[in-house]
């Protein structure tokens, strides 16, 4: 797996795209800005200088606004077959004028313009893709667009010189109008003012009321069962509910937190074998994780089954997680030299598949353990099949790969099976192979002998 990955001339790649001039961005400090500098055929400026606002507004051209980041899966898929397509970037060129923004170094862009997306759309995710006028206000928005019309989706070939360059030419009024409506409501969200009052009972009952009445009773998590589904991090909203279930005895708020809990442990979101959370979940189920890990979204948790450990008595489920999750990010999220990773992408093996370093065949899980018993065993606990549980995203056709989730809690998480050489053992990959590791140190939780 790649830390967050951003241009990286050792890569062998990079001296083809080095044979063309890089661009505007060359001068910039991001990693993924400087991957976009060197994949020229997009003209992109750098974020938010004045210069690309002021060609707009002298050329009467309306604004293409990318926003992405270094772990971003779909930020590099759409870089690399649109932006780095000379047909894509030349109707880009001629339309719009192109602004590149990396979230990371400018949250505070990134919020506004995805408030702007969830104002038009009603949903969000990277790469954000915003169309707005000189003026920056948004009248399009969309995620991750491919080149070529796809799974219901309108290709940037089809949307760009018939519909977008059309609309421009004939109903600007129209866009500059919606535009206008978009800013006013973000602006009026952003004014309105706190409610007065002090922090008293009412106000902890009315959000406990409102965690229960968005809650997932079925799969764990709130917000009712359209995915994407995001853990609850920060982890406050969790660690209110268990402070609230110890000062009123509701039950239900302690039912809340350990439900989700449990479900995202058990679920694909979490790394059965390296250990550690991703971004997200693709689904209501926390079954299909988005493969991406984040440093913050490690430490957050962390806090959250601690505290749950804590609060019920001493859940050896929790304990073990939070310790698990933290060996994560000792052993592959620390830097040798001090200070840690801010992500590991979803990209592996040459970055031609998401996730590919977490995907299992059954055939995989054969052959590692060393023979049928262990393996069916490991398969039944992890829910691991032979025409593999993990469908194409997008698309939906069955790959023949699995994606290890616990279906119901073993008496002891990390399942041990009987390794080829006798001893204890687990399912472990590394640089994309796979391997047993054996004896009393693997099977051992991470910070007990370990």
């Known amino acids: 797996m790649n830390p967050a990955r951003g241009y990286d001339p050792e890569a062998p790649e990079a001296s083809v795209r080095e044979r063309s001039p890089p661009n505007r961005l060359i001068n910039e400090q991001s990693p993924y800005l400087l991957q976009h500098a060197h994949n020229p055929p997009v003209d992109w400026y750098p974020p938010w200088g004045e ?64 408030a702007a997306a969830h104002a038009l759309t009603g949903t969000g995710g990277w790469p954000l893709t915003i169309l707005m006028t000189a003026d920056k206000k948004p009248f399009f928005a969309a995620s991750y667009i491919p080149k070529d019309s796809r799974y219901g989706m309108t290709g ?38 706190p409610e007065e009052g002090e922090l008293d009972e009412a106000v902890l009952d009315e959000a406990y009321n409102t965690f229960f009445r968005v809650f997932d009773g079925e799969n764990g998590g709130f917000g009712g069962d359209a995915p994407p589904r ?22 239900p708020a302690y039912t809340m937190v350990e439900k989700t809990l449990h479900a995202m442990r058990r679920g694909g979101i979490f790394d059965q074998v390296g250990y550690g959370f991703h971004r997200y979940s693709t689904d209501a189920e926390w079954f299909v994780p988005h ?49 840690f990773y801010s992500a590991e992408d979803a990209d592996s093996e040459g970055g031609e598949e998401g996730g590919k ?13 060393g023979g049928e018993e262990n393996g069916e065993r ?73």
């Open 51 to 114: 210069e690309a606002f002021s060609r707009a507004r002298e050329e009467g051209r309306p604004i293409f606004l990318s926003i992405g980041y270094s772990a971003c899966h779909w930020c590099h898929v759409m870089e690399e077959e649109s932006f780095a397509d000379p047909q894509v970037a030349k109707l880009l060129n001629d339309v719009f004028v192109c602004v590149k923004v990396d979230r990371e170094e400018r949250p505070d862009i990134d919020q506004v313009y995805m």
């Open 357 to 369: 370093f977490y995907l299992w065949t059954k055939d995989e899980i054969l052959a590692v353990l």
């Open 230 to 251: 995001f853990p609850p991090t920060p982890p406050h909203n969790l660690i209110f509910l268990l402070r609230y279930g110890n000062r009123t005895g509701k039950e």
């Open 291 to 339: 493969f991406e890990k984040m440093l913050y979204d490690q430490a957050l948790l962390v806090m959250a089954y601690t505290e749950a450990y804590l609060a019920t008595g001493g859940r050896e489920e929790f304990a073990r997680t939070a310790r698990e999750t933290i060996a994560y990010v000792l052993r592959d999220m620390t830097d040798p030299d001090g200070g």
């Open 378 to 450: 490991f398969s039944r606990i992890f829910n691991v099949m032979d025409p593999g549980n993990y469908r194409e995203q997008p698309g939906g056709r069955r790959t023949g790969k699995n994606i290890l989730r616990l279906r119901r809690p073993p008496r002891i998480l990390g399942a041990r099976v009987r390794s080829p050489g006798g001893g204890s053992g687990v399912v472990r990959r590394r640089g994309g192979a796979a391997e047993t590791s054996r004896g009393p140190r693997a099977a051992s939780p991470p910070g007990q002998g370990r």
């Open 156 to 193: 940037l070939l089809d949307l760009i010189p018939p519909r977008i360059s059309k609309i421009w030419q004939t109903q600007r009024q129209e866009l500059e109008s919606a535009g206008d409506q978009v800013l006013q409501a973000l602006q009026s969200a952003a004014k309105t003012p």
